[in-house]
């Protein structure tokens, strides 16, 4: 199944509608500033695999399968869609991102 067909089934299940919890908002921030590998959710409640995986559910995120196989030359291991990208747009815009927005000097170690 297509990210297309992943986002279009879950907005429109009985009307438009977006919900991303705080772990998938900050997971998403992360992915766009390409610093997936050190992010961490800060409330503790999910991890990597499982946000990624709702992420990707809602057709919002992407996986390459031959990167992780190393077949691929592509420099991506996750991505966000363009449907992820207007969602986090959006959160951006709300101001919603901010406030849970992947930090990564304040996660350096």
């Not at 991303?20 to 992915?31: D, E, G, K, P, T």
């Not at 610093?35 to 503790?44: D, L, Q, T």
């Not at 057709?59 to 992820?84: C, I, K, M, V």
Request: proline fraction near 2%; charge should be negative; include cysteine.
């Amino acid at each position: 199944m297509s990210w297309q067909d992943s986002f279009r089934g879950y907005a429109t299940e009985t009307a438009f509608a977006v919900s991303c919890s705080r772990a998938q908002v900050s997971l998403m921030a992360a992915i766009e500033a390409g610093e997936w590998r050190s992010w961490s959710n800060a409330g503790g409640a999910g991890n990597l695999y499982t946000t990624f995986r709702a992420l990707e559910r809602r057709g919002l995120a992407e996986y390459n399968e031959a990167q992780r196989a190393h077949r691929d030359d592509s420099d991506w291991f996750y991505r966000l869609t363009p449907a992820g990208e207007m969602v986090l747009g959006l959160a951006k815009m709300a101001g919603v991102q901010t406030a849970l927005a992947y930090e990564p000097a304040a996660n350096a170690a």
